[in-house]
């Protein structure tokens, strides 16, 4: 193992969120010194079973990590240089919101060693942002992204589209100022639905419309274009990026190479096996003052599960994956044959990679050339 990837998740929420499952994780005060340890034991565990590695990224994820004390991001990231040192060009995120709070603490996480944010503005516009249930409005989020793009060497923020009622037009306005902010990065993802979410539940109800695929594909390729044009191309789905400003860390992810997950709900990729930390915090501090650690489970993988994870990533990112990291018998070459003629894929020796209009529709994709195991047994 030459490299390594580590995912650092914070679980706490200072509010409400309707667009994701971590409203039971909600916390008016956390113990952070009882945290910061424990958070320095699970990683400690980590460590000793990747001796042989070098960071190459860490990324503070999760509820809201931006709230971490710098003291704690600094403690936890020279603890991680201890145990593994650091690549020469380490990327070190963490994820943040755009509120004058979180801002506030932006210089101080600078210094605490983080050189990189990804700042959640979601929308810039106000009625999109209280749709999305979002606490701050546009001018507090350009305020912290100014405030980021100060503080920190590189900056990335998201914005969320084909959202109901939003036409070609008004998105492209939209991401054509975002474009103007002048950031090496951009995530830019379609809203859907997911279960447990408020919006599922107005969904269920009526009350919410996703926009139509047709408009959905309209507005992706009218995304892909416009990027492309002011050099930051799709290099994922969904993230697009000046050259050498990718984002390394997710690179990792998609690459299908290793990474150590500490945290509760962590998940990583190490040693041919998958890891998931327990989900609820009390959970996961238990078993770290039980065990020493908070892992839930260590799954060995196959072969065919190990390859069947890494297509499912690579496909994702525009250079494809390399065909022999992949074993042959996962693939049904007749399938990719015809989608390549589609202009679904490209296919070589070398290399099977989605095209932009295969990445549109990518779940179909996979469904048609990923042979059956058993079948392939």
């Not at 609820?280 to 770290?288: D, F, G, L, R, T």
């Not at 297509?311 to 525009?318: A, C, D, E, S």
């Amino acid at each position: 193992m030459t490299g390594l990837a580590l995912y650092i998740h914070w679980p706490f929420c200072v509010s409400k969120c309707p667009y994701c499952d971590f409203n039971s994780h909600v916390r008016d005060s956390v113990d952070q010194t009882a945290w910061r340890e424990a958070l320095l034991a699970d990683m400690a565990h980590e460590a000793a079973l990747t001796a042989r590695a070098k960071l190459t990224s860490i990324f503070f994820g999760g509820g809201t990590p931006s709230l971490m004390p710098p003291s704690t991001v600094a403690a936890l990231i020279a603890s991680a240089e201890r145990h593994w040192g650091f690549a020469e060009d380490i990327e070190i995120t963490l994820e943040a919101n755009p509120s004058s709070v979180e801002a506030a603490r932006f210089a101080d996480l600078a210094a605490a060693g983080i050189n990189r944010v990804s700042l959640g503005l979601q929308s810039l516009d106000d009625n999109a942002l209280r749709f999305l249930g979002r606490a701050h409005d546009v001018s507090e989020g350009l305020a912290a992204l100014e405030t980021a793009q100060t503080a920190f060497a590189r900056t990335s923020f998201d914005l969320i589209y084909a959202l109901p009622g939003q036409d070609a037009d008004a998105w492209e306005a939209e991401l054509r100022r975002a474009l103007d902010f002048g950031t090496g990065h951009l995530s830019l993802y379609q809203l859907t639905i997911e279960p447990g979410t408020r919006f599922a539940t107005l969904a269920a109800r009526g009350e919410l419309g996703e926009a139509e695929p047709d408009d959905g594909a309209v507005l992706y390729e009218l995304t892909q274009d416009l990027t492309e044009t002011a050099g930051l191309p799709a290099y994922e789905i969904s993230n697009h990026a000046r050259p050498d400003e990718e984002s390394r860390h997710n690179l990792t992810y998609w690459r299908y190479e290793p990474y150590a997950g500490i945290g509760p709900g962590a998940h990583g990729r190490r040693n041919c096996s998958a890891t998931t930390r327990h989900r609820k915090p009390e959970n996961w501090m238990s078993a770290v003052d039980r065990n020493g650690h908070g892992l839930q489970a260590e799954e060995a993988l196959s072969d065919y599960d190990l390859g069947a994870e890494r297509l499912v990533m690579g496909l994702r990112l525009t250079e494809g994956v390399a065909r022999d990291r992949l074993p042959r018998e996962l693939l049904d070459e007749a399938a990719i044959e015809r989608l390549t003629a589609h202009g679904l894929l490209r296919s070589d020796p070398n290399c099977l990679a989605a095209t932009a209009n295969g990445r549109l529709v990518l779940n179909s994709v996979l469904a048609e050339i990923v042979a059956d195991e058993k079948a392939a047994a």
